[in-house]
């Protein structure tokens, strides 16, 4: 905005700015929330990219595994890997499952298990989706819709995952093995953002909740913020909007009409708490990701931080783990307290082979109650039901993953919030337009 001689005031309810894709410290420690990898075909976002960070931008070659039935897959799947752990007759059975598939396709292709069994047969669906996927959505994959799978790994089957893996061909765009990270972790992209902001005559405010969004007849008047000093008045030229939608609806004033209400408590979202743990070992493993697909622990996902940028470690004699627990706010997990998380991190760990809990020296926890919007069966009508009301209101726009419950990558994201800036200059994008089939962050 500041760009386009806008002088905006962000509103950040956090401590940091960055949403999910913070970065946070402890203990002389910083850590991602989620793995945010920089990746991106558009080239002004690229461009942007580079000139905020420039040489702090570095450039990560990736290695991510998959853990099943005791042994490390490589990801993205390469056949000759899978094959030699997976045996002859379990090889045999994945083929044979995805021929039948392929000449017995099902009849729909509605739902995430639908989508896949279709691309990959049921037989490879059961060994590396399924178990993961219901880990991270907390719903079966049955009742999952297959919006996410297409726009997350559109353009991948099992046909084009073993010609990429074989050198054949290239692999699909999600599975790309090189990638940028900022030298301090994603949150120094955007402290710089913050930084430009106040150094053009921007605000940004931290702690500080937006807690009812006034109307007068079809536009935003002022808007009413909580922060460390209490509530205060702000008026609102115009508002650009990435809270979660349903909270965006429930602030309003005067209420929308019941249905629109009644649309935004339909909308679900997935929570997420990492545990950091402090390992007094140097790189004890070399992957940036392991995801767990085993059923016995509650671990969905584990990064290690130190690959992803040595500088987020203190020393170069430690490791730092991210032990991810995907979670519903409320739930059993949600609801452990830290030092509880901490020793199901750490147990965990132990019983992956992964650590021993001797060398574990410390530890912190983080959650995020609206980290993943759910695509269930009702999520789309909801989200048309509220479209249609936030139409009516002339100097409103959402933008964003939550903003938009919207299962959308990092480029695109800040390509929502470009254009809506845009707009405050007299352009008209329709920002629910925007193709949401790009390169981004691999959470």
Known sequence: MVRLGLRPHVLEGLHRVGGLARTEEHTGYRFDLGGHRFLTR????????????????????????????????????????????????????????????????????????????????????ETFFKTYTEKVWGIPCSELRADWAAQRIKGLSLVTAVIGALGLGSSA???????????????????????????????????????????????????????AKGERALACEALVSSMPLDDLVAALRPAPPEPVLAAARRLRHRAFAIVQLAIGRPAIFPYHWIYVH???????????????????????????????????????????????????????????????????EGGAVVRHAHAYPIYDETYRASVDTIRAHLDGIENLQ?????????????????????????????????????????????D
Not at 180 to 195: I, K, N, S, T
Not at 307 to 314: D, G, K
């Open 42 to 125: 558009m080239p002004e976002i690229e461009r942007l990219w580079q000139k905020m960070l420039g040489p702090d931008l570095i450039t990560v070659h990736r290695q991510s595994r998959i853990y099943y039935g005791g042994r490390f897959f490589r990801y993205p799947l390469q056949a000759w890997d899978a094959f030699a752990k997976l045996g002859l007759r379990e090889s045999a059975r994945i083929a044979g499952s995805y021929l039948h598939t392929r000449l017995s396709p099902p009849a729909e292709d509605h739902t995430f298990e639908q989508w896949v069994t279709r691309r990959f047969g049921a037989r490879l669906y």
């Open 294 to 360: 085993e059923p016995g622990v509650k671990v969905g996902r584990i990064q290690n931080f130190g690959n992803w940028s040595s500088e987020l470690l203190p020393g170069p004699d430690k490791t730092s783990l991210g032990l991810e627990y995907f979670c519903s706010r409320g739930d059993e997990l949600w609801s452990l307290s830290d030092a509880e998380m901490i020793v199901l991190a750490s147990r965990e760990l132990a019983d992956l082979g992964l650590a021993e809990p001797r060398w574990i």
């Open 398 to 442: 959402t933008v964003g993953r939550s903003g938009m419950h919207r299962y959308n990558n990092l480029d695109h994201s800040m390509l929502t919030g470009i254009l809506a800036a845009r707009n405050l200059n007299g352009a008209r994008y329709d920002l629910w337009e925007i193709n949401a089939d790009h390169e981004g962050e691999g």
């Open 173 to 227: 765009k999600t599975l790309a093995d090189r990638f940028h990270y900022p030298r301090l972790g994603p949150g120094m992209m955007w402290e710089r953002f913050a930084d430009v902001v106040r150094a053009q005559g921007g605000a940004v405010s931290l702690g500080s909740h937006v807690k009812q969004v006034v109307c007068q007849g079809a536009r935003v008047s002022h808007l009413i913020v909580q922060d």
